[in-house]
């Protein structure tokens, strides 16, 4: 089996935590849009395409070499129903992985000025791009459920996939 570069191997994992995200975006009550625990915080509806708007800002930031949220990125208009969510964040995250598709390894290194510091395209890829989003879905895999919906099953089963197990 060859061995993966760095690069190869942050989009396989960016990749598949994008159709994680797509699995919960699926799975959000469609009737909770304006859902909000926090009255300060975002609306489930929000929060959803927040992860819509880390994959477009932060790789068009990548791609131009600076990240400093001035381009304002056509596909990022935010839906405002529940299932439109899932068909608009597989498009961004498609149109970031295009943007992308020609970074190469030795350009981790590299640093560039994000919000008036320098990061290295690394540490914006793993840190910004791909942890920031997992650590957004958490939140909203939670909202989800406080909204009354039924999360799914990203790294192992949920609380009713996991009665329904026992109960076997």
């Known amino acids: 089996m060859a061995h993966r570069n760095e690069i190869d191997t942050f989009r396989t994992v960016w990749n598949m935590e994008a159709q994680n995200t797509i699995k919960l975006l699926e799975t959000l009550p469609a009737d909770k849009y304006d859902f909000r625990p926090d009255t300060k915080g975002r609306s489930l509806?929000?929060?959803?395409?927040?992860?819509?708007?880390?994959?477009?800002?932060i790789s068009d930031g990548v791609a131009q070499g600076k990240?400093?949220?001035?381009?304002?990125?056509?596909?990022?208009?935010?839906?405002?129903?529940?299932?439109?969510?899932?068909?608009?964040?597989?498009k961004v995250h498609e149109a970031a992985v295009?943007?992308?598709?020609?970074?190469?390894?030795?350009d981790l290194d590299r640093a560039i000025p994000f919000m008036g510091r320098q990061m290295t395209v690394r540490?914006?890829?793993?840190?910004?791009?791909?942890?920031?989003?997992?650590h957004h879905r958490g939140q909203?895999?939670?909202m989800c459920r406080l909204a009354g919906g039924r999360p799914a099953a990203i790294y192992g089963p949920n609380r009713e996939d996991m009665m329904a197990m026992q109960g076997k």
């Open 45 to 57: 509806g929000e929060l959803a395409w927040h992860l819509s708007e880390i994959d477009g800002y």
């Open 67 to 90: 990240v400093d949220f001035e381009n304002v990125l056509p596909d990022l208009k935010r839906p405002r129903e529940i299932k439109l969510l899932a068909p608009g964040y597989r």
């Open 98 to 106: 295009a943007r992308l598709e020609k970074l190469k390894n030795e």
């Open 123 to 134: 540490d914006v890829l793993w840190g910004v791009l791909l942890h920031h989003a997992i």
């Open 140 to 142: 909203l895999s939670l």
